[in-house]
């Protein structure tokens, strides 16, 4: 088999967040193609545990440890170079020198990064004669934008900067690069409107879900207690679009809701509470699981899925495996962007607090009271294959370099 070089910034393991199920993905269908050569960081201490599982998948790995605060304090030399933040917080001089020797050594022509912030280890003219593929998933300098306009002064100047910055090296990798991918239609449409010279060298795949693990069919015990009528939200919660829709929701739609059904329970389920969303627990009828064995019970007892996001990039995992466990789902326009439905299925979408309430007491107050929702579920059969959509990754791979 052929060599590749897979480059990620978060170690592709375990799929337990957005980015690691796209990319976890990635490395399964890449590792039955080629020879993997996968170069990556770990930012979370508890997933050296999952080393040998990634390493299963490579023919060699070269993983470095990413220590926060010495990232954080590291990227502040961006100001003085001019370069966004992002970059200089993922740098590496012995990654740098491993992705130098390795491409050198094994002749490898075929290379895969994912995420902007990786492309700065194979931007240079020596690999200007290999098939470079960029799976950039969202558009972070547009995140970063999105962050600015919820943050006061400095940390406002500071995030518009990155975007600014980073706008600009993103659009620098889209034309070194042979094709650059995206998580969505929307997303990719958008960085073409962005940079519409560069229209013929963007693409997008949908994401996936594995139907089978996420299938409301199988034998879980609920998670709730019995007289609970649960409302839930899935996600790592130190991510802080994440923590933003929670608040918003706790403070503002689940008051409303909690006054028509004294029952009703919100419960935020995902890893790493941060100290924000901790809080939430003090109000009456929230709780704040933190981390959980299996999600799955969680989505599938749950009444309804919310997923009041208000700033986001690409596609909404949690709205996606809620629907494949059949889930009614309440979402903002943020969390609605991106994802395609069968003709069959009517989202249900909301944008003020209000508004919000009203989808969710609308649902509470059917006669379905076990919140069954097949067509959501089919609408993911038919849209979300992870073998199916990413055959482009393979396509692309598989092209010659185009002659300068």
Not at 206 to 220: A, E, M, R
Request: charged share 25%; proline share 5%; glycine share 4%.
């Amino acid at each position: 088999m052929d060599a590749l070089l897979y480059l990620v910034h978060r170690l592709p393991y375990p799929p337990n967040k957005g980015d690691k199920i796209r990319s976890y993905n990635l490395l399964k269908l890449l590792s039955r193609h080629f020879d993997i050569y996968l170069g990556s960081f770990v930012n979370d201490f508890k997933d050296w545990s999952y080393l040998e599982k990634v390493q299963e998948y490579c023919k060699e790995t070269f993983i470095q440890p990413l220590e926060e605060k010495r990232a954080k304090l590291y990227s502040l030399t961006g100001l003085l170079s001019g370069k966004a933040l992002s970059l200089p917080y993922y740098k590496d001089k012995k990654m740098q020198d491993w992705v130098d020797n390795i491409v050198h050594q094994k002749n490898i022509r075929k290379i895969l990064i994912y995420s902007s912030t990786m492309a700065q280890y194979v931007e240079h003219d020596r690999f200007s004669d290999c098939i470079r593929i960029a799976d950039f998933v969202d558009i972070d300098s547009d995140k970063w934008l999105q962050y600015s306009q919820n943050k006061s002064t400095p940390m406002k100047w500071i995030y518009s900067r990155e975007a600014s910055r980073l706008a600009q090296y993103e659009r620098r990798i889209g034309g070194l690069f042979q094709k650059t991918l995206f998580a969505t239609r929307d997303e990719m449409q958008h960085f073409s409107d962005l940079y519409p010279e560069m229209s013929d060298k963007i693409d997008y795949y949908n994401n996936g879900v594995d139907t089978c693990y996420f299938d409301p069919s199988l034998p879980f015990g609920n998670p709730y207690h019995d007289k609970d009528i649960p409302i839930v939200f899935t996600g790592a919660m130190d991510y802080w679009p994440n923590v933003d829709a929670v608040k918003w929701f706790a403070k503002n739609s689940f008051r409303i809701i909690r006054e028509a059904f004294p029952q009703a329970c919100f419960y935020i389920v995902g890893s790493n509470p941060a100290q924000e969303v901790q809080q939430l627990a003090r109000q009456e009828g929230v709780f704040v699981t933190g981390s959980v064995e299996d999600i799955r019970p969680y989505i599938r007892f749950a009444r309804i899925i919310v997923a009041p996001v208000r700033i986001a990039r690409g596609v909404q995992n949690k709205v996606l495996e809620g629907m494949a466990m059949s889930r009614p789902i309440v979402m903002t326009p943020m969390a609605l962007a991106g994802i395609e439905f069968s003709d069959d299925y009517t989202p249900t979408v909301a944008s003020d607090p209000g508004e919000f309430a009203q989808c969710c007491l609308q649902i509470l107050n059917s006669k379905n009271h076990e919140g069954f929702d097949s067509m959501a579920r089919n609408s993911v059969l038919q849209n979300y294959n992870w073998d199916t959509n990413m055959r482009k990754v393979l396509q692309y791979l598989d092209k010659q370099p185009s002659i300068k």
